[in-house]
């Protein structure tokens, strides 16, 4: 399938990726490494949630850890719509098109509307939460990487051009997407915005639906050093996956994390930012990618966590796929 069209008179507004919700088996050691090693800050808690954000953040949370004795989980993908009304909207386009939408309780959000996307993946809108006092400038509290907002989400799934016609239905334009060849029109990945940086969803080629990773923004390199001096100081060591290096796309620092449930989340300084319409789609191939990094690890290609109550897939598309272990042993 070719790369999707943007529609840009969508049924409502959405305006960026807003926060996720994690199970963890160990709430206290996902709490120590959220705070600690990436940064974030807890704004509420209990004997099972933790809800925390980023230093920027005047939302309640960007991220909420769940207790549960289970596999790990990605329970829910948060969207943030620009205001009340667009919930109304949203549930009379869901409602229209066949495709369930439920009204939920939530607690620290405004009013919540549950829905699952074409694949399966769990979503939840919100407009509102709880405002809570950003905490950039009380540097005493600022630990690890730093971490100051929410940035992106990257999925798996089994053909990423239809998996992303959803979204650009939605209103969401598209940065860049990538193939294995210039001639080639099977997108293996696509970047997908609403607020002014290259990504708030991305999907990539495997079988999915799966949550391969989400992403904070931090201030600047220093940072991805502390938040690894960090991890290497408090016993998170081994949680480190890949980086620091620069990626192709976006041209942006990295460090790539598992907690300790194995959810992967990646720090970044601020990406290019894009704001006008004719800055369009960039078209990515091997030949054109601009990187030092070194191929991924087995397991940043292959492993990713499940959603809640989605069924995996298998991907027909044939992939060509080095991992740092086989390039390695190619190169010893």
């Known amino acids: 399938m070719p790369v999707p069209v943007t529609n840009f008179d969508p049924p409502f507004n959405i305006t960026r990726a807003s926060h996720i919700v994690l199970t963890a088996r160990d709430l206290e050691a996902s709490k120590t490494f959220y705070t600690e090693v990436i940064g974030l800050v807890v704004t509420a808690e209990d004997s099972n949630t933790v809800y925390l954000r980023g230093l920027e953040e005047s939302c309640h949370h960007s991220l909420v850890l769940v207790r549960s004795d289970g596999k790990p989980l990605c329970q829910r993908v948060g969207l943030r719509v620009f205001s ?7 549930k009379e386009h869901f409602d229209g098109t066949g495709r369930e939408a439920v009204w939920v309780d939530r607690p620290h959000q405004g009013r919540t509307l549950h829905v699952s996307d074409p694949l399966g993946m769990p979503l939840e809108f919100v407009a509102s939460m709880p405002v809570q006092r950003r905490l950039h400038d009380q540097v005493q509290l600022h ?3 730093g971490a100051l907002r929410f940035d992106h989400f990257q999925f798996l799934a089994p053909e990423v051009g239809s998996a992303a016609r959803f979204y650009t239905d939605l209103g969401f334009r598209i940065s860049d997407y ?24 991305v999907f990539l080629t495997r079988p999915g639906p ?15 050093f502390r938040a690894l001096d960090t991890a290497g100081n408090t016993g998170f060591k ?21 907690d300790p449930d194995g959810h992967r989340v990646e ?4 990406p290019i930012q894009i ?7 960039v078209h990515w191939h091997t030949a054109n990618r601009q990187s030092w990094e070194m191929p991924p690890p087995k397991s940043w290609l292959f492993e990713a966590t499940e959603f809640d109550g989605a069924t995996v897939k298998p991907s027909d598309i044939p992939l060509t796929l080095i991992s740092l272990e086989e390039f390695l042993a190619r190169k010893g």
């Open 143 to 145: 630990k690890g990487g």
């Open 210 to 224: 799966k949550m391969h990773h989400f992403a904070y923004i931090v201030t600047d390199t220093t940072c991805l």
């Open 178 to 201: 990538a193939t294995d060849k210039p001639e080639d029109d099977q997108p293996l990945a696509i970047f997908l915005y609403r607020k002014n940086n290259p990504h708030d969803i």
């Open 238 to 258: 081994t949680s480190i996956e890949r980086g620091p290096a620069r990626h192709g796309q976006g041209h942006s620092f990295y460090v790539y994390f598992r």
């Open 267 to 270: 720090i970044l300084p601020p």
């Open 275 to 281: 704001l006008d319409l004719d800055d369009g789609p």
């Open 84 to 90: 009340d009304d667009d919930l109304d909207r949203a």
